[in-house]
């Protein structure tokens, strides 16, 4: 059974640097692109950051640009997110996820990130 | 950056009532894009992928049309536990696109 388990959300002061976890199980990890997508209270869905399966390769959505950096250890099947330079708005959920082969969909329960001094 | 643009915003509707939601991509995506669902406190759960495939498991009230640039997401006949917000997502590229979303509340 796939799965993906998020951790290292909590509160954290505005320009502060937290780094969330994604431990993934249940598949070959390397094999795959892997992405973070968050959701502030109220808000809709967006996607933030992606990276290849070999980690050769990473994007990042406007607005974290040059605040976040997105790895992985494909030895230890973890995704990574750094955050650098907190603000308010970076207040959300933040779910990673990954799709699979035949359809495949996959989703973590998510991790809140709380910016708040 | 390819933007999508989801309406309605929200709708109100009765149970046994037809839906429709659309999404319009600001470039062409063949067909890849997928719709979700999602209740609150929970993460998205997707309905549609390749535009028109049904995910494994999810009712077959639920479809998906179109390609390129226009996407279309209906529910035939509204059930109860279908009050949810949608959203479509592109996921052509690495960088993919959610749709604003659209909120279902009861009429």
């Known amino acids: 059974e796939v799965q993906l388990l998020e951790s290292g959300g909590g509160l954290v002061q505005p320009g502060g640097s937290p780094r969330l976890s994604c431990a993934a199980s249940?598949?070959?990890?390397?094999?795959?692109?892997l992405h973070w997508v968050r959701q502030a209270p109220g808000k809709g869905l967006e996607w933030v950051s992606a990276i290849s399966s070999n980690g050769g390769s990473t994007y990042y959505a406007d607005s974290v640009k040059g605040r976040f950096t997105i790895s992985r250890d494909n030895s230890k099947n973890t995704l990574y997110l750094q955050m650098n330079s907190l603000r308010a708005e970076d207040t959300a959920v933040y779910y990673c996820a990954f799709r699979g082969t035949r359809g495949g969909d996959y989703w973590g329960q998510g991790t809140l990130v709380t910016v708040s001094s | 950056d390819i933007q999508m643009t989801q309406s309605p915003s929200s709708l109100s509707a009765s149970v046994g009532d037809r839906v429709t939601i659309t999404c319009r991509a600001s470039?062409?995506?063949?067909?890849?894009l997928g719709w979700y669902q999602q209740k609150p406190g929970k993460a998205p759960k997707r309905l549609i992928y390749?535009?028109?495939s049904l995910q494994s498991g999810v009712p077959s009230r639920f479809s998906g049309s179109g390609s390129g640039t226009e996407f279309t997401l209906t529910i035939s006949s509204l059930q109860p536990e279908d009050f949810a917000t949608y959203y479509c997502l592109q996921q052509n590229s690495f960088s993919w696109t959610f749709g604003q979303g659209t909120k279902v509340e009861i009429k």
């Open positions: 470039q062409g995506i063949g067909n890849d």
């Open positions: 249940g598949f070959t990890f390397s094999n795959y692109a």
């Open positions: 390749g535009a028109s």
